[in-house]
């Protein structure tokens, strides 16, 4: 569908409601302001329309085209912080005012989005933790270990005895994580949007779907391909 300029920012969203998150990143109010035309609000964001209309427009890649079962590990963990981590990293910062703003809009009417806030925030601070030790030391750990396999080389010392020991414990982490969207999920009733909710809680249910389906995808990734394979990797050099 064409985007037309003279349309509102409120029509768009409501159209294409995978718009907004770029609206947003452009600076461009869809909501209190989303009654003024594309054209109107864009000048007032002071960015060119036809690039906000590109961005709107641009295909979504598709990646995970990738047979992650025969691929390098090390190209599967750079996968996995390039799309995942930084996809969870942006939207549990936009989310977090995303939801402050709700709460603070309808949180009389809705104390659910009150209840969701606080496990999104206990959430938030345990994925931060959980994708800092990923980055900081089981993945660099796997892309070492491969490069000794594929050198021939002894494997390289491990802190940890096994890798199945911090593997364990990520794991233990996704579980917690994957209650966490459960109790988000049923506390909204699947994110049901109540008939009165304003954009931001309309963007908001949205999104919170999307973020839990990447960290679905995410969790799959490690989970069932890159762990089995790394701790096959492990035994067979032992
Ligand atoms: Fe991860
Ligand atoms: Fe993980």
Redesign the pocket.
Same mark, same amino acid.
């Given at each position: 569908m064409a985007i037309e300029t003279s349309s509102t920012v409120r029509e768009l969203v409501l159209a294409n409601p995978a718009a907004a998150r770029t609206l947003e990143k452009f600076g461009i109010d869809y909501c209190c302001g989303g009654s003024k035309s594309l054209a109107e609000a864009c000048a007032k964001a002071s960015v060119p329309v036809e690039q906000v209309i590109g961005a709107i427009e641009k295909p979504q890649s598709n990646p995970d085209a990738r047979d992650w079962q025969t691929a390098a590990l090390g190209e599967l963990t750079r996968h996995i912080v390039e799309k995942h981590h930084a996809f969870t990293r942006e939207e549990l910062k936009r989310l977090k005012s995303l939801l402050a703003k709700v709460v603070s809009a309808h949180g009389a009417n809705h104390p659910e989005v009150a209840r969701v806030q606080s496990i999104f925030h206990e959430l938030d601070k345990e994925l931060t933790m959980?994708?800092m030790k990923?980055e900081e030391i089981l993945f660099p750990y796997i892309e070492n270990m491969e490069a000794a396999v594929n050198a021939k080389r002894s494997l390289p010392p491990c802190m940890f005895g096994t890798v199945q020991n911090p593997v364990r414990m990520?794991m233990m !982490?996704?579980d917690s994580a994957g209650d966490a969207l459960r109790e988000m999920r049923a506390e909204t009733s699947s994110y049901a949007v109540p008939a009165e909710a304003c954009l931001s809680y309309q963007e908001l249910y949205r999104a919170l779907p999307a973020f839990e389906a990447d960290l679905h995808e995410?969790?799959h990734l !490690?989970n069932n391909i890159l762990f089995p394979r790394t701790i096959q990797m492990e035994e067979a050099a032992f």
């Open positions: 959980h994708m990923e990520m !982490e996704h995410h969790i !490690e």
